[in-house]
């Protein structure tokens, strides 16, 4: 009975100060005592409730904390790699230190054949600056970071940086490791090399780092922001822009209605946007060209094709090949002109939420 009131005392005595002054110095009858003082004075048994309860909100507290601190292992700031990947890889592949240079996330490349390390955003940084910095998709860093708007990132915010490009890939039910890599386009060797699979089947609810894979073009475009996206990837140089120019083979001034991607004969062009195919032939100047209706008013226009692969009255998706890049019609080389269309009167894509 004498230890337990000693241990009593003794927790009295150092969590006391937790106390109001006021409270304390009314309950042992000692008005205006200095805290340290009550020390020494004879522990009130009205107080040991308080202390009782006390004693269990501290603990509680120190287990919450303990049970996070235990289950991120490391403090992840304003990251948002998912909870598995945190627990699968933080302990052995994640770097704490955050990582300035491409230089030093080829170094932690070598330690494993996938990595992670923090990157802090600097001024004048964007997605597609970072992405570009460390020889990464776009797909890869949004993904990983689970950004839903790539315009979200601000100046010091810490993201997560791979060392190699990839998407997060969380199944849904009981699949094999060949058969997601088939749906992507990816080695089944690598994906499960880098995921440390052991098993050719993979259970639902398995998050998993597809190497090489990327975001279809529809999540591209509405995580972009872009109501369409670039109808020829790869190819961003635009050889001619809207508007007043002195056309090359007229030799006057008219109006140019939309731009031009140089890129070579052959090169698919795909649907930048859902929507149904309103003509698809020959268009006189514009030599073989298709014209795509969409929702609000708006259709596409691709002139100077060398094939096309869709017909009149067809429905087509999002990031689906409709042609390839030719020199038909009133041309001077190869390219796409491309035109974006408001209710029949052009529009500057470049402005009016094209993708480049």
């Known amino acids: 009975m004498q230890n337990i009131k000693n241990i009593l005392i003794k927790i009295y005595n150092n969590i006391i100060t937790l106390l109001p002054l006021k409270y304390l110095a009314t309950a042992n009858n000692i008005p205006n005592t200095p805290i340290f003082q009550l020390k020494t004075k004879k522990i009130n048994i009205h107080l040991i409730p308080i202390l009782i309860v006390l004693m269990i909100l501290c603990g509680v507290i120190f287990l919450n904390t303990s049970v996070t601190l235990g289950s991120n292992k490391i403090s992840l700031g304003d990251s948002s790699l998912t909870e598995m990947i945190i627990e699968k890889e933080s302990t052995q592949n994640l770097t704490h230190k955050p990582i300035t240079t491409k230089e030093e996330l080829q170094v932690i490349s070598n330690k494993a054949p996938l990595s992670f390390a923090f990157y802090r955003i600097l001024p004048g940084e964007n997605l597609s600056s970072v992405a570009t910095k460390f020889g990464l998709s ?12 790539a315009h979200s990132l601000s100046v010091g915010q810490k993201i997560l940086i791979p060392t190699r490009s990839g998407i ?19 080695s089944a060797e690598q994906t499960s090399l880098v995921n440390a ?6 259970q639902e609810g398995t998050t998993l780092f597809l190497p090489d894979a990327n975001l279809s073009f529809k999540a591209m475009a509405e995580i972009l922001g872009f109501q369409f996206i670039n109808p020829v990837p790869g190819y961003r140089r635009i050889s001619s822009h809207f508007g007043w120019r002195r056309h090359p083979i007229l030799k006057r001034r008219i109006l140019h209605k939309g731009i031009d991607f140089a890129a070579p004969i052959g090169t698919p062009i795909y649907a930048p946007k859902e929507g149904r195919v309103v003509s698809a032939g020959w268009n006189g100047s514009f030599g073989l060209t298709i ?6 008013g708006l259709t596409t226009l691709y002139a100077h094709q060398s094939k096309l692969f869709v017909k009149a009255g067809q429905w087509v998706t999002t990031g689906q090949r409709i042609g390839s890049v030719g020199n038909t019609g009133r041309s001077t080389g190869p390219h796409l002109h491309f035109e974006i269309r408001k209710y029949g009167q052009a529009r500057n894509p470049v402005y009016n939420g094209l993708q480049i």
Request: overall charge negative.
């Open 291 to 296: 014209v795509i209706r969409h929702n609000n």
């Open 197 to 202: 699979l052991t098993q050719e089947e993979v």
């Open 138 to 149: 776009m797909a890869t860093v949004l993904s990983l970071n689970s950004l839903d708007n």
């Open 168 to 186: 997060i890939f969380n199944t849904t039910n009981k699949e094999s490791v060949s058969d997601i890599a088939e749906r992507y386009g990816i």
